[in-house]
């Protein structure tokens, strides 16, 4: 006897599915990808070019079509960290063999594949409103008093699960990729304690509005990344980096829901992401 499958009622009374037909905006919070923008020195630049233009080939009914070829390293632009970019002691997170998981030329464990898809709650810790200017000094440390204060602010604080943004508004300097890479005269950013904050409330991933997220000071460049250190390697947290958090900010967003869709690149170290905050209309 063959059991037919019972087909399932559709669904009508999905709160998630209502709040989306009620009507939602979506806030954008990254960069465009562009040939020239702004980079790490420490990672290959995006560069992208057509291959393939519109009348290079013509179908027979007329239509014609154009590609592009796309190289970029996968820390370039508005991305996430996966577990497996830094490495202490020769360890990553959870006590694993950087050594050993990177044979073969791709990172057998804790890489791209496995950084999660997000729809969560995002929160908004504008620590340049918090000292009453558009944007941090170059250098300034983010402590755990701002982000404390911060989320008085804001009148709330991240927790378990959430994405907690933090807001320099370096992002106004994009345009200008030497004092937004801030190699001579540095960038402002979290310190390890403002990391520790972070892990203490076991965000599954944190944010910044510039290209390595921590405080580099003045001529220091990225030589010592130690709050990577702590969020990638001691706690597990996902570090989003090249955020462009101002159109959240002139909103006034402090709580909302966020999303992140990270490539998923078997044994890679990063994805490019294109994160919105989701709010109601």
Not at 86 to 98: C, E
Not at 125 to 148: R, S
């Amino acid at each position: 006897m063959t059991i037919e499958p019972q087909a399932r009622p559709p669904r009508t009374d999905d709160a998630l599915l209502a709040a989306v037909t009620a009507g939602v905006r979506l806030v954008e919070l990254g960069h465009p990808h562009f040939t020239g923008m702004p980079c790490s020195p420490n990672h290959p630049g995006f560069r992208m070019s057509l291959i393939r233009r519109h009348g290079d080939m013509v179908r027979p009914d007329g239509g014609s079509a154009a590609n592009e070829m796309i190289v970029t390293g996968g820390h370039v632009g508005t991305h996430v960290d996966a577990l497996a970019h830094v490495s202490h002691d020769g360890r990553l997170h959870g006590g694993v063999d950087a050594a050993a998981a990177q044979t073969g030329g791709r990172f057998t464990a804790l890489g791209a594949e496995h950084t999660p898809a997000l729809l969560t709650r995002g929160v908004l810790l504008d620590v340049a409103a918090v000292h009453g200017v558009d944007v941090l000094p170059a250098g300034h440390g983010v402590t755990a008093a701002d982000l404390t204060a911060a989320a008085e602010r804001a009148g709330v604080e991240p927790g378990p699960g959430d994405v907690a943004l933090v807001r320099t508004g370096w992002a106004r300097h994009f345009d200008d990729a030497a004092t937004y890479l801030g190699q001579a005269t540095g960038v402002p950013g979290v310190t390890t304690d403002a990391a520790e904050w972070l892990a203490a409330r076991r965000v599954v991933a944190t944010g910044a509005d510039t290209t390595a997220y921590e405080q580099i000071r003045p001529g220091a460049g990225h030589s010592v990344l130690p709050v990577h250190r702590v969020l990638l390697v001691d706690a597990g947290v996902h570090i989003i980096e090249h955020l462009n958090l101002e159109h959240a900010a002139a909103e006034g967003l402090t709580a909302f829901v966020f999303s992140m869709a990270p490539l998923r690149i078997v044994g890679g170290t990063g994805s490019p992401i294109r994160p919105f905050a989701a709010v109601s209309r």
